[in-house]
């Protein structure tokens, strides 16, 4: 961190938040807990470690013992390395309490943003959360965590360029909607953005 946080000229300066990790309740497993409650995607060790300003191995360190910990309190969620990174996910054998609080039963209802964000992945997969926000022109993070949690939609990999995780349908949603494969779903093409659109959105590598 800059000696001189406030000199003339650090542009960096005035967006950085100076904190002391051990001066936090929890130290650096609170810290590292906090950070893991708002990611929507797998975060590395390297990542955590440059945000809160420890070495990676400290990082490491602490995310073992939390999924160690969690595992051996059969908490309802578990902490999980994939894809590189690390998130908190629930554990499986909750899935039928989740199911009825998500679903209602099965009478409940897709939103209009979550019909519409789930067209996009099926038509678009795998296709990335950015992706999908570019072409809905809306933050679309809350939507894609219902369609997970209602087992419409997974993950599949992860983008080789930039890392990104890549979402796809599940056989659920091939039975909910009443199909045998994705080749049965009915041609776009009227409802696709113009070439030139879906131009400039790859050139911004958001298509």
Same mark, same amino acid.
């Given at each position: ?8 000229? $650090? #542009?960096?300066?005035?967006? &950085? /938040? ?16 906090? +950070?893991?409650? +708002? %990611? $929507? ?14 070495? /990676?191995?400290? %990082?490491? =360190?602490?995310? $073992? ?14 902490? *999980?390395?994939?894809?590189? !990174?690390? *998130? ?9 309490? +989740? ?7 099965? &009478?409940? *209802? ?16 795998? %296709?990335?959360?950015?992706?999908? !926000? ?8 809350? /939507?894609? *965590?219902?369609?997970? =949690? ?5 993950? +599949?990999?992860?983008?080789? #360029?930039?890392? =990104? %995780?890549?979402?796809?349908?599940? $056989?659920?949603?091939? &039975? ?28 911004? !590598?958001?298509?």
């Amino acid at each position: 961190m800059s000696e001189h946080p406030d000199a003339p000229g $650090d #542009s960096g300066a005035e967006h &950085q /938040v100076a904190f002391d990790i051990n001066s936090f309740p929890g130290g650096a497993r609170g810290a590292v807990e906090a +950070v893991l409650m +708002v %990611v $929507d995607e797998p975060v590395t060790e390297e990542a955590l470690a440059t945000a809160l300003e420890l070495p /990676v191995e400290d %990082v490491g =360190a602490v995310l $073992d013992e939390l999924a160690q910990d969690y595992a051996a309190a059969e908490r309802g969620f578990m902490l *999980r390395r994939l894809g590189g !990174g690390w *998130r908190i996910y629930t554990r499986p054998e909750y899935a039928p309490v +989740v199911e009825r609080f998500l679903l209602g039963g099965q &009478q409940a *209802r897709l939103t209009q943003a979550a019909l519409e964000t789930l067209a996009v992945i099926a038509y678009r997969q795998p %296709v990335s959360r950015a992706r999908i !926000g570019a072409i809905r022109g809306v933050n679309v993070d809350g /939507v894609v *965590r219902t369609l997970l =949690a209602r087992g419409m939609v997974t993950e +599949v990999g992860q983008d080789p #360029s930039a890392g =990104a %995780v890549l979402y796809g349908t599940t $056989d659920l949603f091939l &039975q909910r909607m009443g199909l045998d494969s994705l080749d049965d779903l009915p041609a776009l093409a009227p409802y696709l953005p113009s070439a030139e659109v879906l131009e400039e959105l790859a050139a911004e !590598g958001l298509a």
